[in-house]
Nanobody
Framework: QVQLVESGGGLVQAGGSLRLSCAAS????????MGWFRQAPGKERDVVAA????????NYADSVKGRFTISRDNAKNTVYLQMNSLKPEDTAVYYC????????????????WGQGTQVTVSS
């Protein structure tokens, strides 16, 4: 079992920045690929970014490339999502998720989920 707890969400003006954190407990953190997903009201949950267990491989949704950065610190069992140049359309509940093995882009490939953290970007 892996337990995930997100933090760092909040209200920010357009153009601002936030950094989300996801602290993991349980089995060896570096065994797990990690993903950040988001879900806006009335919309499906979509991948934002994903990172391999070692941190050497990352993927991003086209909508966030160049603005968001995913990273991880395996010594601290934590994955981060640095979000810059935020836009109102980034408003959503953000979730982190974990899966053993290789990096993956789809939410149905992830086994463990956090409770989510709200990010609201005002115009």
């Amino acid at each position: 079992q892996v337990q995930l707890v997100e933090s760092g969400g909040g209200l920010v003006q357009a153009g601002g920045s936030l950094r989300l954190s996801c602290a993991a407990s349980g089995r060896t953190f570096s065994w797990y690929a990690m993903g950040w997903f988001r879900q806006a009201p009335g919309k499906e949950r979509d991948v934002v970014a994903a990172i391999s267990g070692s941190g050497g491989s990352t993927n991003y949704a086209d909508s966030v490339k160049g603005r968001f950065t995913i990273s991880r610190d395996n010594a601290k069992n934590t994955v981060y999502l640095q979000m810059n140049s935020l836009k109102p359309e980034d408003t959503a509940v953000y979730y982190c998720a974990a899966k053993p093995g290789l990096i993956a882009p789809k939410d149905n490939e992830y086994d463990y989920w956090g409770q989510g953290t709200q990010v609201t970007v005002s115009s």
